[in-house]
């Protein structure tokens, strides 16, 4: 895609006695949303009212104002901190001229600059069109600037028609298609399940540093920026811990307030990742103002997301961040405080992790003679194996560490505590 001239862009939020807790934060977010899908704000208008209008979401002299922003401001594009319903986006559409969109479609076309994967971008595609279906009448104005500009983009841009039949036609391959993706994922995931490697997924608010942490802990080259949703395929990298244990580390796409339903029904199978993960690290950014709103956004999504019963470590990551880290108050427990680029945080990282598989794992000994070297190689790796010493006297070697339960390298001897 050829690099587009930044469009002008008029933000519009409603502060109401359901979301005043959180408006300014969520103000701020959209626009760094709109900065990430290449935007430029050149104003923001808010107001504050019990609840939104139900026909402009602002009322009809907020509207008028609006109207002389854009015209003051040059302005081709007004992104609303609310989702529209379809009827609103026509009605505000026509009093101002220029193209309306919302939150949703704004963190849709985000979804569609990042999508990398095959998977990805029917997942977005499909969000897409399913988004856009209802919005088809009276969207002439908004269909004509298709490959145009921020909430235009991405693999649900080509050749759309305004013919219903053609995009529920549409979705319906991508569905077919997924659902073979979701296959092949669904083997994959079977495959580290039944060899018993130990599964570690990264979760967190976007931009909370999971890329940061996959990188620093599996040396791989991941796409890491300080930018909303850097990462939206998700990637498994092999990790081996310092005694030897090979797991495998899952980063997935990060969460935000309000993430359109669209995205949790399209990325279902993504999330389905999580799900088979041994433990879950909840990456936080410690130096956020906002820290705890962004924990229970992420908190609250696990449990929709049937998360919840799996272990959690809490990673609060940019310690380097924060005036006085020794001040530093965690709410969610357990957790570990590191800046992730450190070598110290590595090493913090790499023991918090190391304990908390520990607690999931269980203990065994065990006697192994001189000659089953191959046997303890592979101790090593499939295990978490903590000591190992060889006693001279009877000539075997004494372990001591951590295994599951039915552990195929413990299991294939037959000696198990």
């Known amino acids: 895609m050829s690099e587009q ?41 808010s107001q504050k009212r019990p609840q939104i209008d139900r026909k402009t979401v602002i009322g009809k002299g907020k509207i008028v104002e609006l109207q002389q922003l854009v015209e003051m401001h040059d302005a081709q594009l007004v992104i609303f901190n609310h989702e529209l319903t379809p009827r609103q986006s026509q009605i505000i559409g026509d009093e101002l001229g ?17 999508a990398r994967s095959k998977e ?20 002439g104005k908004m269909l004509s600037r298709l490959g145009g500009g921020i909430g235009t983009r991405g693999p649900g841009e080509t050749k759309l028609e305004t013919d219903r039949r053609h995009i529920r036609n549409k979705v319906t391959i991508i569905k077919r298609e997924l659902k073979e993706v979701e ?31 996959l990188n620093v802990l599996t040396q791989a080259q991941t796409f890491e920026e300080d930018q909303l949703f850097a990462t939206l395929d998700p990637l498994t990298k092999k990790w081996r811990l310092p005694e030897g244990l090979e797991v495998t580390l899952t980063d997935t796409v990060g969460f935000i307030q309000d993430l359109p339903t669209q995205l949790i029904n399209a990325f279902q199978s993504t999330l389905e990742e999580s799900k088979g993960m041994d433990l879950l690290l909840h990456v936080v950014d410690a130096s956020s103002e906002n820290r705890q709103q962004h924990e229970e956004t992420v908190t609250k999504l696990m449990d929709e997301l049937d998360l919840s019963q799996i272990p959690v470590l809490t990673i609060y990551n940019k310690s380097d961040k924060i005036a006085n880290p020794l001040q530093f108050v965690p709410t969610l427990f357990p957790s570990v405080l590191v800046s992730a680029k450190t070598t110290r945080g590595k090493e913090q ?13 269980q203990p065994y000994t065990l006697e192994l003679g001189p000659e089953e070297g191959k046997l303890l190689n592979q101790l090593q790796r499939e295990t978490l194996l903590l000591s190992s010493e060889f006693n001279e006297e009877e000539q075997t070697y004494f372990l001591k560490g951590f295994a599951f339960p039915q552990s195929i390298a413990i299991r294939r001897m037959g000696k198990s505590e």
């Open 183 to 213: 296959a092949h994922r669904s083997r994959t995931r079977q495959n580290r399940q039944d060899n018993e490697v130990f599964q570690i997924g990264l979760i967190g608010y976007t931009n909370a540093g999971k890329s940061t942490i």
């Open 98 to 114: 220029i193209a309306v969109i919302d939150r949703v479609q704004l963190i849709l076309d985000i979804f569609a600059m990042r």
């Open 349 to 361: 990282l790499n023991q918090a992790i190391k304990l908390k598989i520990m607690e999931i794992l």
């Open 120 to 139: 990805g971008k029917l997942q977005v595609e499909l969000a897409q069109l399913e988004y856009l279906l209802p919005r088809l009448m009276g969207q």
């Open 5 to 45: 001239i930044q469009e002008r862009v008029i933000l519009v939020g409603v502060e109401t006695e359901v979301n005043y807790q959180y408006f300014e934060e969520s103000m701020l977010e959209l626009k760094n949303l709109t900065k990430t899908a290449k935007g430029e704000v050149v104003f923001s208008l």
